[in-house]
């Protein structure tokens, strides 16, 4: 996002880290991990800590501090937290050095074919002009669409349509309780209809590696066996 790219994983350390309460605010959050990471060791071990506790931060922040974050923070929380193998950002780095290699950050506005080729439009950030050029390929990697009501795709729709399920308030993804119980249109609980992992990301934020949807799995079983 922005133009930036993910920074190098470091290390596999993790520094505990855990918040002092009361940190209501975003600020006050941010101070405190910035603290935590100055005191000894590598950022990338406070990094590794906080992700830990992610989801518990994010659900004592209030709505007005999440949309807050979602507009500040998101893309630095992003290269940090989803960081990669050190030789790949090298190899990053070397082509960006021998100019094999350009991020632009800016805002995509047009794409045309033109024969074999694909003529791009674009506006860079903080300016006014428009620049364009023609490449052989162009690949959408801006990952999943998070705003649901937006869906294409059958089932979300009908959900929609019947008022089974309805958005998250921040558009990410489906409003539902921490357990993964969807909320209704009228906010309501809907009986015998969950969910985990991404569609619920607006609720808990961290909760699409592998290891977020595993524990997810085992909660959400052991509660629809104590409700069976």
Excluded: K
Aim: with cysteine; net charge positive; glycine share 8%.
């Amino acid at each position: 996002r922005r133009g930036r790219l993910p920074l190098a994983w470091g290390t596999q350390a993790m520094a505990s880290f855990e918040a002092a309460w009361p940190a209501r605010s975003l600020r006050e959050l941010m101070r405190q991990v910035r603290e935590h990471a100055s005191a000894g060791g590598s950022w990338q071990q406070t990094m590794n800590g906080v992700r830990v506790q992610a989801r518990t931060l994010w659900m004592q922040l209030s709505s007005a501090e999440q949309a807050r974050f979602l507009r500040h923070g998101r893309t630095l929380w992003s290269i940090h937290r989803h960081r990669i193998p050190d030789p790949s950002h090298a190899r990053l780095e070397a082509l960006q050095q021998t100019g094999r290699l350009a991020i632009v950050a800016g805002r995509l506005e047009g794409l045309c074919q033109v024969g074999n080729r694909v003529q791009a439009r674009w506006r860079r950030r903080g300016q006014s002009g428009m620049e364009e050029a023609t490449f052989d390929l162009v690949i959408n990697a801006t990952g999943p669409e998070s705003r649901y009501e937006r869906s294409r795709d059958p089932l979300l729709q009908q959900l929609f349509a019947a008022g089974h399920v309805q958005a998250h308030p921040l558009g990410l993804g489906l409003d539902a309780t921490a357990a993964g119980e969807l909320r209704a249109a009228d906010g309501s609980i809907v009986p015998r209809l969950y969910s985990l992992g991404a569609p619920i990301q607006g609720v808990l934020f961290e909760c699409t590696a592998i290891p977020d949807i595993r524990d997810a799995a085992q909660d959400l079983a052991a509660l629809l066996c104590r409700r069976l």
